[in-house]
């Protein structure tokens, strides 16, 4: 079934907090919080390595985002995975996630696009060793 504008518009307005626009009705900080502590604990055991995080970002949706240093990864760039307080949203990225990096170029992107893509395992790959 497909959406249109509008009624996709009236349903994520129905999910928002009336007071509190960063974070979705019924929001559950301790729930978030645990699930993004097992979040940085899988990539640190996954790939090896300790990993930067920081978590609960003030007047943001964005939860927080967790760093694989670039040393950990096949390709030798660090992985950057922002977490969204809407669900189980997730922003994957090579390096440096945002739309101001002098580094995103559209050379830069196609080198990180695969030829093929495999059906998602459920498993992170443990690309450290």
């Not at 959406?3 to 900080?29: A, Q």
């Not at 390709?75 to 307080?85: D, E, M, P, Q």
């Not at 994957?92 to 495999?118: F, H, I, M, Q, Y």
Request: charged share 25%.
């Amino acid at each position: 079934m497909s959406m249109g504008e509008t009624e996709l518009l009236v349903l994520l307005r129905e999910l928002d907090d009336p007071e509190r626009l960063e974070w979705p009705l019924h929001y559950d900080r301790a729930a978030v919080s645990l699930a993004f502590g097992g979040l940085v604990r899988r990539l640190e055991t996954d790939f090896g390595v300790q990993c930067e995080f920081e978590q609960d970002t003030q007047d943001s949706s964005e939860y927080g985002r967790v760093r694989v240093p670039a040393e950990a990864t096949v390709c030798g760039t660090r992985i950057v995975v922002c977490v969204s307080k809407f669900g189980s949203l997730a922003e994957v990225c090579a390096d440096n996630p945002g739309p101001t990096s002098a580094r995103t170029t559209p050379e830069r992107k196609a080198r990180w696009t695969l030829p093929t893509s495999r059906p998602w395992s459920g498993r992170w790959p443990n690309l450290a060793t």
